[in-house]
């Protein structure tokens, strides 16, 4: 498969497939971003920044992340854009660009894996369990999370990123879910990765804090 070459937003967060995000951009090259978006079909990849800032570039991606295309845009009176954008699919960066003006990188497309016979539509049930109880716990700590009543899809492969959206888990976790080959992986892996979280939640809640 051939590498195409695609505008790229590194970010302290992880995007997935069917997902939406809102995006704010304020430095110069991403107003630049914003204007090619615009007046182009829209679409760009997010990478996590594994390490460093949002801010100023010199920071460290990671090489999986997700196709986006923006829904909505407003440019602001002073050249910042207000964006919405949903996930399309995954890719891998095979080769980092010049980010001239703003980062650009060579990607393939990586496909969902659902193989005939796996039970990755048994365990979809038991995920969403583990995601709307992790979710119901963090809400007791009077922690921002997101509504244990969000919806989930039927389809095992939509639903694994939409449980993996709303897990209550950390970046480097949320990428490891994005990074994972399968719908069954990514499924299994939302599990274990909430049933921690809320123990712990659990720990803290006996604890006072």
Do not use: N
């Not at 999986?64 to 923006?70: D, L, N, P, S």
């Not at 010049?98 to 039970?119: F, K, N, R, S, T």
């Amino acid at each position: 498969m051939g590498a195409t070459p695609l505008p790229m937003f590194p970010l302290g967060t992880v995007l997935y497939p069917h997902v939406a995000i809102g995006l704010h951009l304020f430095e110069p090259r991403y107003q630049a971003l914003g204007r090619d978006l615009a007046a182009g079909d829209g679409r760009f990849g997010i990478v996590l920044i594994d390490r460093g800032s949002e801010v100023g570039g010199g920071e460290s991606r990671t090489l999986i992340g997700t196709k986006a295309r923006v829904t909505e845009a407003m440019e602001l009176a002073d050249g910042r854009w207000q964006l919405i954008a949903r996930g399309e699919e995954r890719i891998r960066v095979v080769t980092w660009l010049p980010d001239d003006p703003y980062p650009m990188a060579l990607v393939q497309e990586l496909p969902d894996l659902l193989a005939e016979g796996d039970p990755a539509s048994e365990l979809r049930d038991e995920a969403e369990r583990e995601v709307r109880r992790a979710l119901a716990l963090k809400a007791e700590l009077d922690e921002p999370a997101q509504s244990s009543a969000v919806p989930i899809s039927d389809d095992p492969i939509r639903a694994g990123y939409e449980l993996a959206a709303a897990a209550p888990i950390g970046p480097h976790d949320h990428q490891r879910l994005l990074e994972a080959e399968s719908a069954f992986a990514r499924l299994a892996l939302v599990t274990e990765l909430s049933r921690s979280a809320a123990g712990d939640f659990v720990r803290r809640l006996s604890t006072g804090g």
